[in-house]
Structure formats: structure tokens, C-alpha cells
């Protein structure tokens, strides 16, 4: 079955405490991307990934890491995790992305709540 | 810049109402746009999409349809159900960028 699978679903953790989300997808897409989803905000990206070791910022990349060593993973990563960082978080996945006017459709995880005390 | 805005919710409706959630948008270039919803406790998933002005995208009873002149991509559906109920959200990806914006979603409560 095609998916993008997150882990973990929930994690309650403290002030400073690093932690990593993982994301799996088993299509063989291109890009990857993270996004969080606060209330009132929409989705928001957090960084993006292209292919295998390429990276960038998206909208809100402060307190935020990730990597992409192979195509089908893309762990988030919070080295010093704080309150402000509690939210649903999302990984989302796409054949490629950016060629103008393809509208490719983006494949997202179940999301992972994550609260920060 | 780049944005979505969406009808402000929630919205509850009676099964078999007739349902539209505006979404505008401001953007430069010619963007694709897109219909996603959002089941309790599940990830986005795909609705419809439109690449072009004057598009029409359809999937489950739903249609929008892609408004260059008016910058808009209404959803409606002509006869609501209970399992309809969840969050909507539009969005665009801007040409040559890589990245969705995505609007504020619209939770959708349809009572039986």
C-alpha cells in the first residue's frame, strides 16, 4: 500500500529534550516536506526536500532540523524542543515538485502531536 | 506575497444541504489550486485540483472551478452527508516554487 508513515503519532516531552520525528514514504517520490498546523494558521512548511541531500527552508525553519540521506526518509529533527513548538505536525510527499502548472498531488502522513511542557 | 483565504468556520449544515466554502487567493504567476480535506484524526488527502483558469475540478460530488478574473476557487456540493463532516482547506502551489499555501481550513459539521 502506498503511504507515508510518521512516528511517532503522539510524544509529550519536556523543555530541551531532543527528539526526532520520523517519515517514511514507499512511493519513490522526489520531494518531501514537513508542515505544522496550528489553529487558525492553516499549514505551515517547515523545510522541503527536492531529493537525496537537498534540503531548504520553508516558512518556519527556526528550532527546526532535518535531512534527507535517503530518498524514501526524512526525519525532523528539534535539538531543544520549547513550548512554542507544540503542535500537529505533518510529512507530506510528491513525485517532484516546482514544474510549473503540473499540480502534482502530495501524499501526507497521519501527523504527529507533539506537546511541548 | 502569496496567499489563501478562506471562508471563516465552522460550518454546520443539515445532510443534503447544499454546500460552498469560498477560497480567494492573491498570487503572482499562474498557480494550480487545490481542494484538501482533512478526516478526524487523519492526514490531508487530495479532493481536487484545477492547473488552469477556467478548470473544473470534481471528485466525491464536490466541484470548484478555477476563477482567474475573480481570483477564486469556491467548493460546492449539491447535497451534503453526515460523512462529509471534516476539515477543508485550500491551497495553491506557486509556479516554479516548492511549496503548498494553504488557507486556514473550514471544519464542515453536517448533522443527520
Known amino acids: 500500500e502506498a503511504q507515508v508513515t510518521q512516528n511517532p503519532r503522539y510524544l509529550i516531552t519536556v523543555t530541551g529534550k531532543k527528539l526526532t520525528v520520523t517519515c517514511s514514504q514507499n512511493?519513490?517520490?522526489?520531494?518531501m516536506s514537513w508542515y505544522r498546523q496550528d489553529p487558525g494558521l492553516g499549514l505551515r512548511q517547515i523545510y522541503y526536500s527536492m531529493n537525496v541531500e537537498v534540503t531548504d527552508k520553508g516558512d518556519v525553519p527556526e528550532g527546526y532540523k532535518v535531512s534527507r540521506k535517503e530518498k524514501r526518509n526524512f526525519p525532523l529533527i528539534l535539538e531543544s524542543p520549547s513550548p512554542n513548538q507544540t503542535s500537529l505536525y505533518f510529512c507530506?510527499?510528491?513525485?517532484?515538485?516546482?514544474?510549473?502548472?503540473?499540480?502534482?498531488?502530495?501524499?501526507f502522513g497521519p501527523g504527529t502531536r507533539l506537546t511541548v511542557t | 506575497g502569496n496567499s489563501v483565504t478562506q471562508m471563516e468556520g465552522p460550518v454546520t449544515l443539515s445532510e443534503e444541504a447544499f454546500l460552498t466554502i469560498n477560497c480567494t487567493y492573491t498570487?503572482?504567476?499562474?498557480?494550480?489550486l487545490f481542494w484538501y480535506v482533512q478526516y478526524p484524526g487523519e492526514g490531508l488527502q487530495l479532493l481536487l485540483k484545477a492547473t488552469k483558469a477556467d478548470d473544473k475540478g470534481s471528485n466525491k460530488g464536490f466541484e470548484a472551478t478555477y476563477r482567474k478574473e475573480t481570483t477564486s476557487f469556491h467548493l460546492e456540493k449539491g447535497s451534503v452527508q453526515v460523512s462529509d463532516s471534516a476539515v477543508y482547506f485550500c491551497?495553491?502551489?506557486?509556479?516554479?516554487?516548492?511549496?503548498?499555501?494553504f488557507g486556514q481550513g473550514t471544519r464542515l459539521t453536517i448533522n443527520p
Open positions: 498570487a503572482t504567476g499562474y498557480p494550480s
Open positions: 507530506a510527499s510528491s513525485p517532484r515538485f516546482g514544474t510549473s502548472g503540473r499540480g502534482y498531488e502530495q501524499y
Open positions: 491551497a495553491l502551489e506557486i509556479q516554479g516554487a516548492q511549496k503548498l499555501v
Open positions: 512511493m519513490n517520490h522526489e520531494y
